[in-house]
């Protein structure tokens, strides 16, 4: 068990207050069970807080891997509206929908 006395500023459990942080905990959507949260909401909007309420880091680190692939593979520039919306629509279906798709022609690189 930790002791909780020790905290110091190094410490990611240490809030710069004087006090511990408890955890973000969610029902992770994508691994269907009890998981640590986010941080703190990856977007300042309502979708932003939909994800911050059902989304585990472990599940966050997954979609930023897809995310890098698909930008990858469509050659997508992240500045534009339209790649900002596919990606969106795409995190969407990643996190609440069916998953999202791979593209046709990506091939998983190999190890």
């Known amino acids: ?3 909780l006395g020790r905290l110091h500023r190094a410490s990611p459990d240490y809030n710069g207050l004087g006090s511990v942080m408890m955890a973000h905990t969610v029902f992770c ?3 269907k069970r009890e998981m640590e949260g986010l941080d703190e909401p990856p977007f300042d909007s309502e979708f932003g807080q939909k994800i911050f309420k059902n989304v585990s880091k472990a599940a966050w680190g997954e979609w ?4 890098k692939m698909l930008l990858n593979e469509y050659r997508l520039q992240p500045w534009t509206l339209q790649a900002q919306e ?4 795409q995190m969407q279906e ?10 046709s022609e990506f091939v998983p690189p190999s190890h």
């Not at 930023?64 to 995310?67: D, L």
């Not at 596919?86 to 629509?89: H, K």
């Open 1 to 3: 068990m930790r002791d």
């Open 29 to 31: 959507v994508r691994n």
């Open 64 to 67: 930023v891997e897809r995310q």
């Open 86 to 89: 596919f990606l969106v629509a």
């Open 94 to 103: 990643f996190f609440f929908g069916e998953g999202s798709a791979l593209p």
